[in-house]
């Protein structure tokens, strides 16, 4: 036997939000799967993977990986009704560990990705006169971030970072703490429509600039012989991973809001498919953009070509410098980073917030201040000066690294090993329309964690060997290594910690199916 897990007639637990509708879900999943890593990091991966050919990894670790881990997420938070701790411990007292080992990553993302937001307003803002001038790079590193000449622990706060990084946070909590359907829906569903128009419209004017063709190319032209490379397969379903948002907690979280006659697979196939679909627009606009620079500079593509923080910040200043309604397209960019980013780090946040929520029993305004005042503290000691820019760096690879590949393997191997399974598909083919069988768990059981065994090795050995961008190691054992062992730790304490009215669950059993 087992038994499904409810949150009725019990006051000092009181009944569990849910999202009004499935459409009301689906904004809010696809606005966390949709997020900067989307338009910043996915046309870079595929132009340096094999252009188009990454096509053709990227699609089979979306079907073998992706999908099936979603399906997965969205199985485990459906049917246990719970943020990852009480999910997991639901689903087996031994694996709380795993879900408070989610929660942490995710305040660790939420750290950072705040104040990439606040330099994205900022430089919303900054288009409309072209405020960085003829050299955006240095602007961006020396008049902007004030970034110091070398790594230290100085804590010497620059005033253009820190306050908009303090209104990103007081903007995200406000919407959180009026609760799932008020705050979180309604804004996935508000800012959603918003940045598929305005990125619509990016990619409208990019591809019409002069050597927009020619970036384009660059591109889609595949280079078959790439294929043959395992890293490149390593980079596709690393791709998958982090774009959709599985394997950390975000998914079981919102899933746990789902109503209990909801269609989970039907859902999770439009939200993956959406959120690669606006990973493809990010590329043809991206590249298109480039393409222009590159033309215009005399230049080839490769020479301009970037990813992540380069892209948005360096080589969109000089696009937006020469291109003809260079504001407007800045507007669009930066503005797209912005709206992109909010929803994602709304979806962080909702992660720690449900735990604090079924940890404590509390309400959720209490919550919110609970979590977000002193993360918001947190990220503007950490970030708002000028050596914030080297720690996120370390702390973004570590927190991938040991955070989402490995506790994301440990996850799924733990529900293997520990037979839960057969129960999970069961639970996902009483109302969805599309069944799964026997190839999802092979993908489930044994495809994703040797991919993510292969990929937390590959990564290890690396920064074993070789450290991490070049920081000192006394900088890199404290915020990368240093880190990823505390969180490992704190998350084992949290679980020891009791429960608040846990024993007044209602629990029911039902038949063995």
Known sequence: HFKRYSNVSNPQNPKRETFSSRRAFMFAAIGSAVGLGNIWRFPYVAYKNGGGAFILPYLVALLTAGIPLLFLDYAVGHRYRGSPPLAFRRLDRRFETIGWWNVLVNVLIGLYYAVILGWAASYTYYSLNATWGANPADFFFKDYLQMASDVSAQMQFVAQVTVPLVLVWLATLLILAFGVQKGVARASTFFMPLLVVMFVLLVGIALFLPGAAKGLDVL?????????????????????FFSLSVCFGIMITYSSYMKRDSDLTGTGMVVAFANSSFELLAGIGVFAALGFIATANGQQVG????????????????????????????????????????????????VVIAAVQDKLKTGRVAATLVVGVPMMTASVLLFGTTTGLPVLDVLDKFVNTYGIVAAGFLYVLCVVLSRHLGVLSRHINKTSSLKVGKTWLLFVGFITPLVLGTMLFTDTRSLLTEGYGGYPAWFVNIY?????????????????????HEDKLQETPVETE
């Open 303 to 350: 020479d301009v070509a970037a990813g992540g923080i380069g892209l948005a910040f360096i080589a969109f200043p000089t696009i937006i410098n020469q291109a003809p309604a260079g504001a407007l397209i800045g507007l669009l960019f930066f503005g797209s980073l912005v709206f992109a980013g909010l929803t994602s780090l709304i979806s962080v946040l909702e």
């Open 480 to 500: 990368g290594w240093g880190t990823a062992i505390g969180v490992l730790v704190f998350a084992f304490l949290l679980s020891l910690l009791p429960w608040k």
């Open 220 to 240: 889609f032209t595949p280079d078959w012989s790439k294929l043959a490379s395992s890293e490149v397969w390593v980079a596709a379903y690393g791709q998958i």
